[in-house]
């Protein structure tokens, strides 16, 4: 069974970091992209980061450049996403997302062909 499943997530106050997980089962991390997308209360899921299935090239919303990283350990098949100066407006039910290695474009826009069920950043002071 194909599968992505995020951790991590928790309440923060502004100005922390924090790390999100996600684990995938089921699937041959080498051959896919990944990517994070978040949905805030009353919003629509937005793109945040991603990194092509070599690892080598990453790209991220513009809100979050210089705060978020994405990366990426084949071998215990995993996504990271560290955010960094986190402020309210990240607050939102963060999805980790897989996409076929030719489908890179598609995954940007939200076309993946795996998601997971989505972990939770409260951002309060």
């Known amino acids: 069974q194909v599968q992505l499943v995020e951790s991590g997530g928790g309440l923060v106050q502004p100005g922390d970091s924090l790390r999100l997980s996600c684990t995938a089962s089921?699937?041959?991390?080498?051959?896919?992209?990944m990517a994070w997308f978040r949905q805030a209360p009353g919003k629509e899921r937005e793109f945040v980061a991603a990194?092509?299935?070599?690892?080598?090239?990453?790209d991220y919303a513009d809100v979050v450049k210089g705060r978020f990283t994405i990366s990426r350990d084949d071998a215990k098949s995993m996504v990271f996403l560290n955010m960094n100066i986190i402020s309210p407006k990240d607050a939102a039910v963060y999805y980790c997302?897989?996409?076929?290695?030719?489908?890179?474009?598609?995954?940007?826009?939200?076309?993946?062909?795996?998601w997971g069920r989505g972990t939770l950043v409260t951002v309060s002071s």
């Open positions: 997302a897989a996409a076929t290695g030719s489908n890179w474009y598609g995954l940007l826009k939200g076309n993946a062909e795996v």
């Open positions: 089921g699937l041959t991390m080498r051959s896919y992209g």
């Open positions: 990194i092509t299935r070599s690892g080598t090239n990453t």
